[in-house]
Nanobody, 114 residues
Framework: QVQLVESGGGLVQAGGSLRLSCAAS????????MGWYRQAPGKQRELVAG???????EYVDSVKGRFTISRDNAKNTVYLQMNSLKPEDTAVYFC????????WGQGTQVTVSS
């Protein structure tokens, strides 16, 4: 079992920045990759950014150049630095960890006002 606890969401004006954190605990050695997903009202959940255990990263096109995913292995924590935020980034952001199973955090709300 893997437990994920997210933090760092909030309300920010367009052009501002936020940093999300996801602390993992439990059977962390089984984790192959972690990522951030988001779900806006009426839309499907989408992958925003992912990072593998080897450090390879991927991003959805809409956030490339603005968001950065990183990990601190000593703290078992993954971060999502979000810069130049836009109103269309407003969503609930979920942390995900993949091992043999897929684990989800509780979600954190990010609201970007215009």
């Amino acid at each position: 079992q893997v437990q994920l606890v997210e933090s760092g969401g909030g309300l920010v004006q367009a052009g501002g920045s936020l940093r999300l954190s996801c602390a993992a605990s439990g059977n962390i050695f089984s984790i192959n990759a972690m990522g951030w997903y988001r779900q806006a009202p009426g839309k499907q959940r989408e992958l925003v950014a992912g990072i593998t255990s080897g450090g390879n990263t991927e991003y959805v096109d809409s956030v490339k150049g603005r968001f950065t995913i990183s990990r601190d292995n000593a703290k078992n924590t993954v971060y999502l630095q979000m810069n130049s935020l836009k109103p269309e980034d407003t969503a609930v952001y979920f942390c995900n960890a993949k091992s043999r199973l897929s684990y989800w955090g509780q979600g954190t709300q990010v609201t970007v006002s215009s």
